[in-house]
Protein backbone atom coordinates (compact mmCIF):
# COMPACT_ATOMS: atom_id res chain seq x y z
CA UNK A 1 0.00 0.00 0.00
CA UNK A 2 1.26 3.16 -0.82
CA UNK A 3 2.00 5.88 1.31
CA UNK A 4 0.56 9.83 1.03
CA UNK A 5 3.70 10.86 0.22
CA UNK A 6 4.54 8.33 -2.64
CA UNK A 7 1.40 8.91 -4.16
CA UNK A 8 1.61 12.28 -4.12
CA UNK A 9 5.28 12.24 -5.74
CA UNK A 10 3.73 9.72 -8.05
CA UNK A 11 1.37 11.87 -9.43
CA UNK A 12 3.68 14.61 -9.73
CA UNK A 13 6.06 12.95 -12.18
CA UNK A 14 2.72 11.58 -13.90
CA UNK A 15 1.83 15.00 -14.26
CA UNK A 16 4.68 16.48 -15.41
CA UNK A 17 5.43 13.87 -18.42
CA UNK A 18 1.99 14.46 -19.43
CA UNK A 19 3.22 18.14 -19.12
CA UNK A 20 1.00 19.73 -17.06
CA UNK A 21 3.26 21.49 -15.40
CA UNK A 22 0.87 23.21 -12.93
CA UNK A 23 -0.25 19.97 -11.93
CA UNK A 24 2.45 18.27 -11.85
CA UNK A 25 3.82 21.58 -9.11
CA UNK A 26 1.20 21.44 -7.45
CA UNK A 27 1.35 17.47 -6.63
CA UNK A 28 5.04 18.23 -6.06
CA UNK A 29 4.27 20.70 -3.92
CA UNK A 30 2.21 18.75 -2.17
CA UNK A 31 4.68 15.71 -2.50
CA UNK A 32 7.48 18.55 -0.78
CA UNK A 33 5.25 19.29 2.22
CA UNK A 34 4.74 15.74 2.99
CA UNK A 35 7.58 15.37 2.66
CA UNK A 36 8.72 17.46 5.02
CA UNK A 37 5.85 16.66 7.19
CA UNK A 38 6.64 13.26 7.35
CA UNK A 39 10.50 14.49 7.83
CA UNK A 40 9.46 16.93 11.03
CA UNK A 41 6.92 13.94 12.22
CA UNK A 42 10.15 11.92 12.16
CA UNK A 43 12.07 14.18 12.98
CA UNK A 44 9.59 14.61 16.28
CA UNK A 45 9.10 10.99 16.46
CA UNK A 46 13.04 10.72 16.38
CA UNK A 47 13.67 13.62 18.84
CA UNK A 48 10.94 11.89 20.84
CA UNK A 49 12.49 8.86 20.72
CA UNK A 50 15.85 10.11 21.97
CA UNK A 51 14.11 12.39 24.67
CA UNK A 52 12.22 9.12 25.85
CA UNK A 53 15.09 7.19 25.35
CA UNK A 54 17.53 10.01 27.46
CA UNK A 55 14.69 10.21 29.70
CA UNK A 56 14.72 6.82 30.28
CA UNK A 57 18.32 6.02 30.69
CA UNK A 58 18.13 9.29 32.99
CA UNK A 59 15.48 7.85 34.69
CA UNK A 60 17.31 4.42 34.83
CA UNK A 61 21.00 5.93 35.94
CA UNK A 62 18.66 7.57 38.53
CA UNK A 63 17.35 4.20 39.51
CA UNK A 64 20.80 3.16 39.26
CA UNK A 65 22.06 5.89 41.19
CA UNK A 66 19.17 5.45 43.69
CA UNK A 67 20.08 1.48 43.70
CA UNK A 68 23.62 2.35 44.51
CA UNK A 69 22.48 4.71 47.17
CA UNK A 70 20.29 2.52 48.49
CA UNK A 71 23.08 -0.59 48.51
CA UNK A 72 25.43 1.94 50.11
CA UNK A 73 22.71 2.90 52.00
CA UNK A 74 22.01 -0.96 53.20
CA UNK A 75 25.41 -1.96 53.16
CA UNK A 76 26.55 1.22 55.50
CA UNK A 77 23.14 0.13 57.45
CA UNK A 78 24.91 -3.54 57.40
CA UNK A 79 28.14 -1.93 58.62
CA UNK A 80 26.58 0.31 61.00
CA UNK A 81 24.69 -2.66 62.82
CA UNK A 82 27.74 -5.37 62.24
CA UNK A 83 29.11 -2.16 64.05
CA UNK A 84 26.31 -2.00 66.80
CA UNK A 85 26.69 -5.58 67.10
CA UNK A 86 30.38 -5.37 68.24
CA UNK A 87 29.58 -2.88 70.57
CA UNK A 88 26.58 -4.03 72.07
CA UNK A 89 29.17 -7.72 72.10
CA UNK A 90 32.10 -6.01 73.69
CA UNK A 91 29.27 -3.97 75.36
CA UNK A 92 27.46 -7.11 77.08
CA UNK A 93 31.02 -8.88 77.27
CA UNK A 94 32.38 -6.20 79.43
CA UNK A 95 29.29 -6.12 81.88
CA UNK A 96 29.22 -9.84 82.27
CA UNK A 97 32.52 -9.66 82.41
CA UNK A 98 32.59 -6.76 85.40
CA UNK A 99 29.22 -8.72 86.89
CA UNK A 100 31.83 -12.09 86.98
CA UNK A 101 34.62 -9.95 88.99
CA UNK A 102 31.84 -8.59 91.28
CA UNK A 103 30.49 -12.10 91.87
CA UNK A 104 34.49 -13.24 92.33
CA UNK A 105 34.86 -10.00 94.75
CA UNK A 106 32.07 -10.85 96.45
CA UNK A 107 32.58 -14.52 96.61
CA UNK A 108 36.98 -13.56 97.84
CA UNK A 109 35.35 -11.39 100.35
CA UNK A 110 33.21 -13.75 101.62
CA UNK A 111 35.68 -16.50 101.85
CA UNK A 112 37.91 -13.94 103.65
CA UNK A 113 35.07 -12.91 105.75
CA UNK A 114 34.58 -16.54 106.36
CA UNK A 115 38.38 -17.60 106.63
CA UNK A 116 38.55 -13.97 109.36
CA UNK A 117 35.48 -15.57 111.00
CA UNK A 118 36.76 -19.00 111.42
CA UNK A 119 39.96 -17.72 112.35
CA UNK A 120 38.57 -15.85 114.73
CA UNK A 121 36.60 -18.92 116.12
CA UNK A 122 39.56 -21.31 116.03
CA UNK A 123 41.22 -18.62 118.55
CA UNK A 124 38.78 -18.75 120.78
CA UNK A 125 38.26 -22.61 120.24
CA UNK A 126 42.02 -22.69 120.82
CA UNK A 127 41.78 -20.79 124.51
CA UNK A 128 39.20 -22.62 125.30
CA UNK A 129 40.64 -25.90 124.47
CA UNK A 130 43.55 -24.55 125.68
CA UNK A 131 41.40 -24.06 128.93
CA UNK A 132 40.36 -27.40 128.78
CA UNK A 133 43.56 -29.27 128.26
CA UNK A 134 44.65 -27.82 131.58
CA UNK A 135 41.63 -28.71 133.26
CA UNK A 136 41.79 -31.95 131.65
CA UNK A 137 45.33 -31.82 132.46
CA UNK A 138 43.61 -31.17 136.67
CA UNK A 139 40.79 -33.69 136.03
CA UNK A 140 43.57 -35.98 134.81
CA UNK A 141 45.75 -35.66 138.03
CA UNK A 142 42.82 -35.76 140.30
CA UNK A 143 41.78 -39.28 138.53
CA UNK A 144 45.07 -40.54 138.38
CA UNK A 145 45.08 -39.90 142.04
CA UNK A 146 41.77 -41.44 142.62
CA UNK A 147 42.79 -44.55 140.10
CA UNK A 148 45.81 -45.17 142.13
CA UNK A 149 43.68 -44.33 145.72
CA UNK A 150 41.00 -47.12 144.60
CA UNK A 151 43.74 -49.24 142.80
CA UNK A 152 45.55 -49.38 146.44
CA UNK A 153 42.07 -49.86 147.89
CA UNK A 154 41.07 -52.70 145.71
CA UNK A 155 44.30 -54.44 146.57
CA UNK A 156 43.49 -54.23 150.44
CA UNK A 157 39.98 -55.10 149.89
CA UNK A 158 41.55 -58.02 147.72
CA UNK A 159 43.87 -58.59 149.82
CA UNK A 160 41.54 -58.57 152.58
CA UNK A 161 39.16 -60.97 150.74
CA UNK A 162 41.96 -62.89 149.81
CA UNK A 163 42.58 -63.70 153.34
CA UNK A 164 39.31 -64.32 154.01
CA UNK A 165 39.03 -66.79 150.89
CA UNK A 166 42.21 -68.32 153.23
CA UNK A 167 40.10 -68.32 156.18
CA UNK A 168 36.61 -70.28 154.63
CA UNK A 169 39.08 -72.78 153.38
CA UNK A 170 40.71 -73.02 156.39
CA UNK A 171 36.91 -73.72 158.08
CA UNK A 172 35.78 -75.87 155.35
CA UNK A 173 36.65 -79.95 155.83
CA UNK A 174 40.12 -81.18 154.73
CA UNK A 175 40.76 -83.49 151.65
CA UNK A 176 42.39 -86.18 154.26
CA UNK A 177 39.75 -85.68 156.63
CA UNK A 178 36.76 -86.16 153.60
CA UNK A 179 38.72 -89.45 152.15
CA UNK A 180 38.55 -90.92 155.72
CA UNK A 181 35.41 -90.32 155.86
CA UNK A 182 33.98 -91.10 152.57
CA UNK A 183 35.90 -92.89 150.37
CA UNK A 184 34.85 -92.36 147.04
CA UNK A 185 33.40 -88.97 146.27
CA UNK A 186 33.43 -85.66 144.58
CA UNK A 187 33.05 -82.55 145.21
CA UNK A 188 32.28 -79.59 142.74
CA UNK A 189 33.10 -76.18 144.86
CA UNK A 190 33.25 -73.06 141.80
CA UNK A 191 32.84 -69.71 144.18
CA UNK A 192 31.04 -67.10 141.91
CA UNK A 193 33.45 -64.52 143.61
CA UNK A 194 36.94 -65.08 145.31
CA UNK A 195 34.66 -66.13 148.49
CA UNK A 196 31.52 -67.97 147.89
CA UNK A 197 28.36 -68.12 149.98
CA UNK A 198 27.81 -71.96 148.83
CA UNK A 199 29.42 -74.03 151.44
CA UNK A 200 30.18 -77.86 151.96
CA UNK A 201 30.49 -79.21 155.53
CA UNK A 202 31.33 -82.64 156.84
CA UNK A 203 31.56 -84.01 160.73
CA UNK A 204 31.58 -87.30 162.57
CA UNK A 205 29.62 -88.30 165.27
CA UNK A 206 29.93 -91.53 166.93
CA UNK A 207 29.20 -94.22 163.79
CA UNK A 208 27.53 -91.07 162.09
CA UNK A 209 28.86 -89.31 159.03
CA UNK A 210 27.18 -86.26 158.90
CA UNK A 211 27.32 -83.91 155.42
CA UNK A 212 25.93 -80.79 154.77
CA UNK A 213 25.86 -78.43 151.68
CA UNK A 214 24.20 -75.04 152.07
CA UNK A 215 23.49 -72.03 149.78
CA UNK A 216 23.48 -68.95 151.71
CA UNK A 217 21.78 -65.64 150.95
CA UNK A 218 23.88 -63.73 148.52
CA UNK A 219 27.19 -64.37 146.90
CA UNK A 220 30.74 -63.01 147.39
CA UNK A 221 32.03 -61.52 150.77
CA UNK A 222 28.32 -61.67 152.72
CA UNK A 223 27.29 -64.69 151.51
CA UNK A 224 31.06 -66.28 153.10
CA UNK A 225 30.06 -64.22 156.52
CA UNK A 226 27.10 -66.24 156.29
CA UNK A 227 28.46 -69.42 155.36
CA UNK A 228 31.66 -69.07 158.37
CA UNK A 229 28.52 -68.26 160.55
CA UNK A 230 26.54 -71.52 159.58
CA UNK A 231 29.67 -73.81 159.91
CA UNK A 232 30.24 -72.47 163.51
CA UNK A 233 26.69 -73.13 164.45
CA UNK A 234 26.99 -76.31 162.89
CA UNK A 235 29.67 -77.31 164.53
CA UNK A 236 28.30 -76.99 167.97
CA UNK A 237 24.89 -78.07 167.03
CA UNK A 238 26.04 -81.52 166.76
CA UNK A 239 28.43 -81.42 169.70
CA UNK A 240 24.68 -81.37 171.78
CA UNK A 241 23.91 -84.51 172.93
CA UNK A 242 19.64 -83.80 172.59
CA UNK A 243 20.40 -83.58 169.12
CA UNK A 244 19.54 -86.72 167.50
CA UNK A 245 17.81 -86.37 164.10
CA UNK A 246 18.65 -84.44 161.01
CA UNK A 247 15.90 -82.47 161.20
CA UNK A 248 16.73 -81.55 164.82
CA UNK A 249 20.33 -80.06 163.44
CA UNK A 250 18.34 -77.68 161.08
CA UNK A 251 15.85 -76.47 163.46
CA UNK A 252 18.38 -75.62 166.02
CA UNK A 253 20.30 -73.90 162.97
CA UNK A 254 17.27 -71.22 162.47
CA UNK A 255 16.95 -70.22 165.46
CA UNK A 256 20.62 -69.46 165.49
CA UNK A 257 20.47 -67.74 162.51
CA UNK A 258 17.45 -66.06 163.81
CA UNK A 259 18.96 -65.34 167.02
CA UNK A 260 22.41 -63.98 165.54
CA UNK A 261 20.94 -61.74 162.94
CA UNK A 262 18.07 -60.65 165.06
CA UNK A 263 15.31 -61.11 162.87
CA UNK A 264 11.51 -60.44 164.11
CA UNK A 265 10.00 -60.94 161.02
CA UNK A 266 9.13 -57.53 160.47
CA UNK A 267 7.69 -56.11 156.81
CA UNK A 268 10.48 -54.69 155.00
CA UNK A 269 13.12 -57.12 156.97
CA UNK A 270 15.92 -58.73 155.42
CA UNK A 271 15.43 -61.89 155.21
CA UNK A 272 19.05 -63.02 155.30
CA UNK A 273 19.88 -66.62 155.83
CA UNK A 274 20.59 -69.98 153.65
CA UNK A 275 19.09 -72.72 151.89
CA UNK A 276 20.35 -76.53 153.23
CA UNK A 277 20.68 -80.39 152.30
CA UNK A 278 21.71 -82.06 155.80
CA UNK A 279 22.17 -85.86 156.13
CA UNK A 280 23.15 -88.14 158.69
CA UNK A 281 24.69 -91.46 157.30
CA UNK A 282 25.61 -94.72 159.36
CA UNK A 283 28.01 -96.39 157.29
CA UNK A 284 27.40 -99.89 159.04
CA UNK A 285 23.90 -100.12 158.94
CA UNK A 286 23.16 -97.97 155.95
CA UNK A 287 21.25 -96.11 157.36
CA UNK A 288 20.19 -92.41 155.97
CA UNK A 289 18.50 -89.39 157.72
CA UNK A 290 17.51 -86.23 155.39
CA UNK A 291 16.58 -82.91 156.20
CA UNK A 292 16.07 -80.02 154.11
CA UNK A 293 15.59 -76.69 153.93
CA UNK A 294 14.67 -75.48 150.18
CA UNK A 295 17.20 -77.94 149.22
CA UNK A 296 16.65 -81.80 147.83
CA UNK A 297 18.28 -85.01 148.31
CA UNK A 298 19.31 -87.14 144.91
CA UNK A 299 19.98 -90.85 145.67
CA UNK A 300 20.52 -93.16 142.57
CA UNK A 301 19.87 -97.09 143.24
CA UNK A 302 20.30 -100.20 141.73
CA UNK A 303 17.42 -102.96 142.17
CA UNK A 304 18.83 -106.63 141.32
CA UNK A 305 15.69 -107.63 139.97
CA UNK A 306 15.57 -105.53 136.87
CA UNK A 307 17.12 -106.89 134.08
CA UNK A 308 17.36 -103.65 131.71
CA UNK A 309 19.75 -100.57 132.18
CA UNK A 310 17.12 -98.02 131.21
CA UNK A 311 16.62 -95.42 133.94
CA UNK A 312 13.72 -93.40 135.60
CA UNK A 313 13.66 -90.45 137.40
CA UNK A 314 11.28 -90.65 140.77
CA UNK A 315 10.17 -88.16 143.06
CA UNK A 316 8.96 -89.19 146.75
CA UNK A 317 5.35 -89.10 145.98
CA UNK A 318 4.91 -92.78 146.07
CA UNK A 319 4.22 -95.26 149.24
CA UNK A 320 6.87 -97.65 150.97
CA UNK A 321 9.89 -94.33 150.11
CA UNK A 322 11.26 -95.59 153.93
CA UNK A 323 12.73 -98.84 152.20
CA UNK A 324 13.78 -98.85 148.19
CA UNK A 325 13.47 -102.73 148.47
CA UNK A 326 9.32 -102.55 148.95
CA UNK A 327 9.28 -100.73 145.49
CA UNK A 328 6.56 -102.35 143.44
CA UNK A 329 8.19 -102.60 140.18
CA UNK A 330 6.38 -102.63 136.79
CA UNK A 331 8.42 -101.94 134.22
CA UNK A 332 11.84 -103.15 132.95
CA UNK A 333 13.73 -100.23 134.28
CA UNK A 334 16.61 -100.97 136.30
CA UNK A 335 18.06 -97.45 137.83
CA UNK A 336 16.47 -95.09 139.77
CA UNK A 337 16.89 -91.49 140.75
CA UNK A 338 15.12 -91.10 143.96
CA UNK A 339 14.30 -87.22 144.70
CA UNK A 340 14.03 -86.85 148.31
CA UNK A 341 12.04 -83.34 148.94
CA UNK A 342 12.65 -80.61 151.45
CA UNK A 343 11.14 -78.28 153.33
CA UNK A 344 10.12 -75.42 151.60
CA UNK A 345 11.11 -72.84 154.22
CA UNK A 346 14.35 -71.68 154.50
CA UNK A 347 17.26 -71.57 157.71
CA UNK A 348 16.01 -68.03 158.54
CA UNK A 349 12.38 -66.09 159.40
CA UNK A 350 9.63 -66.99 157.48
CA UNK A 351 6.07 -67.17 157.00
CA UNK A 352 5.90 -70.93 157.54
CA UNK A 353 8.07 -71.75 161.00
CA UNK A 354 7.30 -75.62 161.17
CA UNK A 355 9.82 -78.64 162.12
CA UNK A 356 11.83 -79.67 159.90
CA UNK A 357 10.88 -83.25 158.62
CA UNK A 358 13.34 -85.59 159.44
CA UNK A 359 13.71 -88.42 156.50
CA UNK A 360 14.64 -91.86 157.12
CA UNK A 361 15.68 -94.15 154.37
CA UNK A 362 17.60 -97.40 154.08
CA UNK A 363 20.54 -97.43 151.65
CA UNK A 364 21.92 -100.37 149.55
CA UNK A 365 25.58 -100.55 148.56
CA UNK A 366 26.71 -99.12 145.20
CA UNK A 367 23.71 -96.39 145.69
CA UNK A 368 24.85 -92.98 145.08
CA UNK A 369 24.07 -89.42 146.96
CA UNK A 370 23.92 -86.15 145.64
CA UNK A 371 23.96 -82.94 147.85
CA UNK A 372 23.75 -79.56 146.17
CA UNK A 373 23.01 -75.83 145.82
CA UNK A 374 21.12 -74.34 142.99
CA UNK A 375 23.67 -72.33 141.18
CA UNK A 376 24.13 -75.82 138.88
CA UNK A 377 20.69 -75.90 137.81
CA UNK A 378 20.38 -72.31 137.71
CA UNK A 379 23.00 -71.48 135.45
CA UNK A 380 22.42 -69.00 132.31
CA UNK A 381 24.33 -70.52 128.83
CA UNK A 382 23.63 -72.95 126.29
CA UNK A 383 22.90 -71.99 123.03
CA UNK A 384 19.81 -69.91 124.08
CA UNK A 385 20.99 -68.36 126.86
CA UNK A 386 18.14 -70.49 128.66
CA UNK A 387 18.86 -72.24 132.64
CA UNK A 388 20.40 -75.02 132.65
CA UNK A 389 17.59 -76.52 135.13
CA UNK A 390 17.30 -79.73 137.35
CA UNK A 391 15.84 -81.94 134.79
CA UNK A 392 19.24 -81.72 132.56
CA UNK A 393 20.91 -81.99 135.93
CA UNK A 394 19.03 -85.08 136.96
CA UNK A 395 19.56 -86.68 133.16
CA UNK A 396 23.24 -85.71 133.95
CA UNK A 397 23.51 -87.45 136.84
CA UNK A 398 21.27 -90.85 135.59
CA UNK A 399 23.63 -91.04 132.52
CA UNK A 400 26.70 -91.70 134.25
CA UNK A 401 26.23 -93.40 137.06
CA UNK A 402 28.32 -96.52 136.47
CA UNK A 403 31.25 -93.70 136.32
CA UNK A 404 34.05 -93.28 138.80
CA UNK A 405 33.14 -90.53 140.99
CA UNK A 406 36.26 -89.00 139.69
CA UNK A 407 34.86 -89.30 135.98
CA UNK A 408 31.38 -88.33 137.06
CA UNK A 409 33.46 -84.87 138.87
CA UNK A 410 35.41 -84.25 135.58
CA UNK A 411 32.09 -84.63 133.41
CA UNK A 412 29.69 -82.48 135.46
CA UNK A 413 32.59 -79.82 135.56
CA UNK A 414 32.77 -79.90 131.99
CA UNK A 415 29.31 -79.85 130.95
CA UNK A 416 28.86 -76.90 132.94
CA UNK A 417 31.67 -74.53 131.93
CA UNK A 418 30.58 -75.92 128.11
CA UNK A 419 26.80 -74.14 129.08
CA UNK A 420 28.58 -71.14 130.44
CA UNK A 421 30.42 -70.51 127.23
CA UNK A 422 27.09 -71.20 124.85
CA UNK A 423 27.88 -71.10 121.14
CA UNK A 424 29.02 -67.67 120.38
CA UNK A 425 28.43 -65.67 124.03
CA UNK A 426 30.70 -66.20 127.19
CA UNK A 427 28.10 -66.04 129.74
CA UNK A 428 28.98 -64.96 133.66
CA UNK A 429 28.51 -67.69 136.06
CA UNK A 430 25.05 -66.80 138.06
CA UNK A 431 25.86 -67.85 141.05
CA UNK A 432 28.14 -70.08 143.47
CA UNK A 433 27.94 -73.90 142.61
CA UNK A 434 28.53 -76.72 144.95
CA UNK A 435 27.57 -80.49 143.92
CA UNK A 436 28.86 -83.13 146.52
CA UNK A 437 28.38 -86.89 145.01
CA UNK A 438 28.90 -89.68 147.44
CA UNK A 439 28.94 -93.60 146.26
CA UNK A 440 27.82 -96.04 149.09
Given at each position: ?28 K ?30 Q ?65 N ?72 F ?21 V ?11 Y ?29 Q ?83 I ?26 D ?34 K ?29 R?
Amino acid sequence: MLTKKEIYENLAESYEKMGKSSKALDYYKLFTQTKDSLMNSEKFKLISEMESKYENEKHQLKIEKLEKEQQLQTSEIEKQNEKVKRQNTIIISFVFGFILIIIFLIIIYRFFTAKKIAYNLLSIQNVEIQHKNEEIITQRDIVVKQKNYIEEIHKEVTDSINYAKNLQSAILPESDFIKELLHEYFIIFKPRNIVSGDFYWISKRRNWTLIAVADCTGHGVPGAFMSMLGISYLNEIVAKDEVQTASQVLNYLRLNIIKSLKQKGKTGEQKDGMDIAFVALNMETLELQFAGANNPLYIVTQSSELLSYELEVRDTDFQNFQNFKNLEEHTNQRFVLQEVKPDKMPIAIHVRMDDFKNNEIKLNKSDLVYLFSDGYADQFGGPKGKKFLYRQFKELLIANWNKSMTEQKEILDNKIEDWISGNEIKYEQTDDITVLGLRI
